[in-house]
């Protein structure tokens, strides 16, 4: 394993960075053994040989111009990637194409029949970013070698598949491996769409006045899917019966491994594949396809299908940056610059406990659209001693708080997903030992207590501390950190605000609101 002395943060913007320096060298064991593009006539072409400015605009309705221009760039680094390293005709459909702009409906759906929002969180650049992460893992620290030594050293039937169609070679078991995870990575998640698509579907066949005149067989027959995809894979693996349950009920990771390999199949490409490149798509597609499995006792093998593993594995680490979007009336804190308190609004009238008092002149009346994020980066430690990297998720410890005024329970789906991904790191023959951390609560005083021991502060220091405030403010920062001192115990704590992770939202749930709102102004001049 090549060792990592130093913390590795995994987020956006060293990923941008990421892709282009894959174009440096880093990739050229991919090289060996592949096509000579020349002979075939082809040729490299960027991102503007695309419809590229269409991609940009309908990104540019929910990302900001800058993290657009960083997209595009990435785009066209990985389409040189595919060209360079990959040589597989068609591929490019997948990666340059208008998802963004079926994205930006599916981020406000809403149930059609309660009106309650889906709150479905982004999968277009959440692909990339699983990409980035699988990539680093398997270049830097070790998944490469070991799943490489995995399939040479089982007789698993995806370990004797690939070593069928690479005749045993190291050096293309290496290829495939690494291929086979850029490409299923990348688009593990193309099939979301047709998801979206299939519950509008129902949805406007419930509206009357299209009674005959749409079809109620919009949807391709299985029947039919089955006899195109019948030499693949995928349905030579997997029993013909647990795919057509899943087709039926429109999971997109089905959804997903049957429009992949339906780019190859039905243009009639993946029959000019040599017998590496075809490997690559067939386990790119097996992956594709079991990173919607519900897992048996929250646990999947290593061993069994080392591939399919990692791009769950990564699939399931994904967290930073990465947001839903909602429409509320969710409105601003704004604090009050002469004592620190948050300023609460009346009516149109905001004002603060101080006396300040603002008034709103705006006319419109409007709802927001709120980016819920909580995870700030993916932090990678390699500790030599124990041989064992340690993964840590950072989520935002204020942003932990302030979203308890909105949803005292946000925390608690990430949680459980997490402690899933624990439970399958454990007992793995073959793979790197890793250990998960995070630092989840909806606990406000765990939150606030844990960030001071992160930032090594301690409340008789910020007692001492000078506050630019007036002596309201300063006697309110006191009274503030006078609470905190009385929480300094677990039982205390708990007694009145749950456990770190509380799903008790009726005992608990209104202290934790009033706490925050009360002492959100001094939380935020503490942890900001």
Request: charged share 30%; proline share 2%; glycine share 4%.
């Amino acid at each position: 394993m090549k060792k990592k002395k130093s913390v590795q943060i995994i987020n956006d913007e060293k990923m941008y960075d990421y892709f282009h320096s894959l174009l440096e060298g880093e990739l050229d064991f991919l090289k060996p053994g592949k096509k000579d593009m020349k002979k075939g006539g082809a040729w490299q072409k960027s991102i503007t040989s695309y419809n590229f400015e269409q991609i940009y605009e309908t990104r540019k309705a929910i990302y900001s111009e800058d993290e657009v221009c960083n997209e595009l760039c990435m785009m066209d680094d990985i389409l040189h990637i595919f060209q360079e390293y990959f040589c597989i005709p068609g591929i490019d459909r997948l990666l340059v194409n208008n998802y963004g702009a079926l994205e930006n409906d599916i981020f406000l759906e809403y149930d059609g029949e309660s009106g309650v929002p889906k709150r479905i969180r982004e999968h277009y650049k959440h692909q990339y970013r699983n990409v980035y992460l699988g990539s680093v893992l398997l270049l830097q620290y070790g998944f490469l070698d070991a799943m490489t030594e995995c399939i040479l050293k089982t007789n698993t039937i995806v370990s004797s598949y690939i070593k069928a169609q690479t005749e045993e070679n190291e050096k293309a078991i290496r290829r495939v491996l690494y291929q086979g995870y850029f490409v299923s990575a990348m688009f593990h998640d193309i099939g979301y769409p047709l998801d979206f698509f299939m519950r509008k579907v129902k949805q406007i066949h419930k509206y009357a006045p299209f009674y005959k005149i749409i079809s109620s067989n919009i949807k391709e027959e299985f029947t039919e899917l089955r006899a195109s995809l019948a030499e693949s894979l995928l349905f030579e693996l997997i029993r013909e019966e647990e795919i057509e349950k899943k087709y039926n009920r429109n999971d997109h990771g089905c959804l997903s491994a049957l429009s992949f390999l339906l780019n190859f199949y039905s243009s009639g490409s993946i029959f000019s594949l040599n017998n590496e490149e075809r490997c690559m798509v067939e386990l790119a597609a097996l992956a594709i396809y079991k990173h919607t499995d519900i897992l048996k006792n929250d646990y999947m093998i290593f061993e069994e299908d080392p591939l399919s593993y990692l791009v769950r594995l990564c699939d399931d680490l994904q967290e930073w940056e990465r947001f839903l979007l909602l429409i509320n009336e969710k409105h601003n804190y704004l604090k009050c610059t002469e004592c620190g308190s948050i300023i609460h609004s009346e009516g149109r009238i905001y004002k603060c406990s101080c006396g300040a008092k603002y008034e709103k002149i705006t006319d419109i009346e409007n709802k927001k659209v709120n980016y819920i994020s909580l995870c700030n980066h993916l932090q990678l430690d390699f500790n030599e001693e124990e041989e064992e990297l340690e993964i840590y998720l950072e989520f935002d410890y204020y942003k932990q708080i302030e979203i308890l005024l909105d949803d005292y329970s946000a925390v608690i789906k990430r949680k459980k997903d997490l402690e899933t991904v624990k439970n399958y790191l454990e007992f793995q023959k073959f793979m790197p030992k890793i250990k998960l951390k995070e630092n989840l609560s909806n606990n406000p005083i765990d939150l606030i207590y844990d960030f001071l021991e992160q930032e090594g502060l301690l409340l008789e220091q910020l007692k001492k501390k000078e506050m630019p405030w007036n002596d309201d403010g300063k006697k309110k920062m006191l009274e503030f950190l006078e609470k905190l001192e009385n929480y300094r115990e677990r039982e205390e704590r708990e007694k009145e605000f749950g456990k770190k992770l509380e799903s008790n939202v009726f005992d608990y749930g209104e202290n934790v609101e009033k706490f925050v709102e009360e002492y959100l102004g001094q939380i935020h001049s503490i942890m900001k």
